[in-house]
């Protein structure tokens, strides 16, 4: 009867915990907004004392960046960013508390192990997604800004060239100028190209320019090749920096909360050798890779 009970809480608490923050991270959904606003002032104060805790700043390192950055001044995305920001650690410990007082130790460390890798993914499941999606839709504005710009060049070289010709001295010319620019001053030859193109298509477009092999293609698809193939480059990118940031906030917060759910194992000394013990030390282990094999990760992209 004391086990139905026991694993009664467990599930209870377990489930209450998980629902709550499944319905923060649905907050998630908004788009985000060009107007970067730091957090509201009481929860800023809260989060900088918080945030004085190593292990807490090294699972708040990532969110923060993500979430000031993603939320603008409306008053729904500030209570977004101050919910992902105090409400998920505070949740987190009230349910090391209610687990530790009803449950035994093993059961205990199986659910913070569980709960510990399952608050990041909700919390930012669909924030990547929408990101994702915000992306795509950035690639498009740049194909009209860059044709044009295209066709104006073709309008002064196609008098000394024919129409095939001049498609293609067009996109070459283009580069050239910027070419020539560069040499002289970079950062009005960096600034006048990312006018038309946009900062982050820079790169990719000058490339694909440098490398084009004159195929016949008309100015707007040759154009609009380039184009895609910046925007994949970026979208790549940004797949790449996301899943090393959830993987840091997901081996980070695994880790602080294993660490905190080791130390409060350890208050009673009837329960050190315990089984949960053990696997206390096990998830430790797991954790603490995943946070260094995070790590080396972004060091080598």
Request: net charge neutral.
């Amino acid at each position: 009867m004391a086990l139905i009970i026991k694993g009664s809480l467990f599930i209870l608490c377990l489930f209450c915990g998980l629902f709550v923050v499944y319905s923060f991270a649905s907050l998630s959904g908004f788009k985000p907004s060009s107007n970067l606003d730091p957090l509201p002032h009481p929860f800023r104060s809260i989060y900088e004392i918080v945030q004085e805790h190593p292990l807490i700043r090294m699972f708040f390192s990532s969110l923060e960046r993500d979430l000031i950055l993603s939320y603008g001044s409306s008053v729904k995305g500030k209570m977004a960013t101050a919910v992902y920001a105090v409400t998920i650690p505070l949740l987190s410990v009230i349910f090391v508390m209610l687990v530790f007082i009803f449950v035994d130790v093993w059961y205990y460390a199986l659910a913070m192990c569980f709960y510990g890798v399952t608050i990041p993914y909700l919390a930012f499941a669909n924030s990547i997604q929408a990101k994702a999606a915000n992306v795509r839709e950035a690639v498009i504005p740049s194909y009209e800004a860059v044709e044009r710009y295209v066709s104006n060049n073709i309008q002064v070289i196609e008098a000394t060239q024919n129409v095939e010709a001049g498609s293609v001295g067009a996109v070459r010319q283009i580069y050239s100028n910027f070419n020539n620019d560069y040499w002289t001053d970079k950062e009005k030859a960096y600034s006048n190209f990312c006018e038309v193109v946009g900062d982050r298509y820079a790169v990719s477009f000058m490339r694909a320019l440098y490398t084009y092999d004159s195929t016949g293609e008309s100015p707007c698809e040759l154009i609009r090749n380039i184009c895609e193939i910046g925007g994949r480059d970026y979208l790549n990118k940004r797949r790449t920096a996301t899943g090393y940031k959830n993987s840091k906030i997901l081996s980070g917060g695994l880790c602080g909360i294993i660490l905190l759910m080791g130390y409060m194992a350890k208050i009673n000394s009837t329960q050190a050798v315990a089984p949960g013990g053990s696997l206390t030390y096990v998830a430790l282990i797991i954790s603490l890779t995943g946070l260094l094999l995070s790590l080396i990760y972004e060091r080598r992209n």
